[in-house]
């Protein structure tokens, strides 16, 4: 029983992890042309945020 007990906590911990994945997934879709048209902004920005620093 000891044995099974964290097994069965992996395996659910596992599940959860793999779902929350796959809808996090598939809320992102729908944005991926958004994040993709964002990159040039980001790149632009970065070197500014990083020269603050």
């Known amino acids: 029983m000891?044995?099974?007990i964290p097994r069965?906590?992996?395996?659910?911990?596992?599940?959860a992890?793999?779902?929350?994945?796959s809808v996090?997934?598939?809320a992102?879709?729908?944005?991926?042309p958004l994040l993709a048209a964002?990159?040039?902004g980001l790149a632009a920005v970065a070197p500014r945020l990083f020269?603050?620093?």
């Open 8 to 15: 069965g906590l992996v395996v659910v911990t596992l599940l």
């Open 51 to 53: 020269s603050r620093n």
């Open 2 to 4: 000891a044995t099974w």
């Open 17 to 21: 992890a793999l779902l929350l994945a």
């Open 38 to 40: 964002g990159v040039p």
């Open 28 to 32: 992102l879709l729908p944005l991926l």
């Open 24 to 26: 996090s997934l598939g």
